[in-house]
């Protein structure tokens, strides 16, 4: 089975804060996704990453950076948290080279006070 | 731009009762659509592709390209299949876009 580990399951952060959400999967694939949920919205593509240090912006991107240093792990930091950044992150991966499943995490619910 | 909407939020039904979730993209070529599923405390898992052309749980989805839609489809609702539905578009990239979602709701 596919596995993909989010590192917190819920987190609580104050406004100004450098925040670091985790991503780990054991499959080897090529590609991960950060996505945040929220109601009505949907999900929205934050970053896609398609190989080890290559990424390329989503739909919000404002706010967030990613890194990937290693093909299994995948962060998305928030440089300086704020309120409206209040949400379900939602990270993601896929084999690429095609159109195959992608796998999600279990999700972590940030609050921002 | 590529662009998945899905028009209604909430969709109420009765058990036994035919559903459609409607799902219309924008996309340029030639795009790889999903659908994906989240139960209650649940993982957003897979439910088909339209690449496999099968149904999954009495669930199908036939791309029409005509009308750039790519609605799910069954024709005796079942209150497990209450959930959260989301209609999903993969670019040749690789990006996976996501739509706003619907919520289904099946009622006894």
């Not at chain 1, 104050?14 to 945040?36: A, I, P, S």
């Not at chain 2, 939020?9 to 994906?36: D, I, Q």
Request: hydrophobic share 30%; charged share 25%.
């Amino acid at each position: 089975d596919v596995k993909v580990t989010q590192s917190s399951r819920y987190l609580v952060k104050r406004t100004g804060e450098k925040v670091f959400l985790e991503c780990v999967q054991d499959m080897d694939h090529e590609n991960m996704f950060w996505y945040r949920q929220d109601p009505g919205l949907g999900l929205r593509l934050i970053y896609f990453s398609y190989d080890v240090k290559m990424k390329e912006k989503g739909d919000i991107p404002e706010g967030y950076s990613v890194s990937r240093e290693k093909k299994e792990r995948f962060s998305l930091i928030l440089e300086s948290a704020s309120t409206n950044q209040t949400s379900m992150y939602l990270c993601a991966s896929s084999l690429g080279g095609g159109p195959t499943e992608a796998f999600f995490g279990q999700g972590t619910r940030l609050t921002v006070v | 731009a590529q662009r998945v909407t899905q028009p209604e939020k909430l969709l109420s039904v009765f058990k036994g009762a035919p559903v459609e979730l409607k799902c219309n993209y924008s996309y340029s070529g030639s795009p790889e659509l999903f659908w994906y599923v989240q139960y209650s405390r649940q993982r957003l898992q897979l439910l088909l592709r339209h690449i496999s052309r099968e149904s999954i749980k009495g669930f199908t989805a036939d791309l029409n390209k005509g009308e750039t839609s790519f609605h799910l489809k069954k024709p005796f609702a079942q209150e497990e299949d209450s959930a959260m539905y989301y209609c999903a578009l993969e670019n040749q990239g690789g990006k996976l876009i996501f739509g706003q979602g619907t919520e289904l709701s099946v009622k006894p």
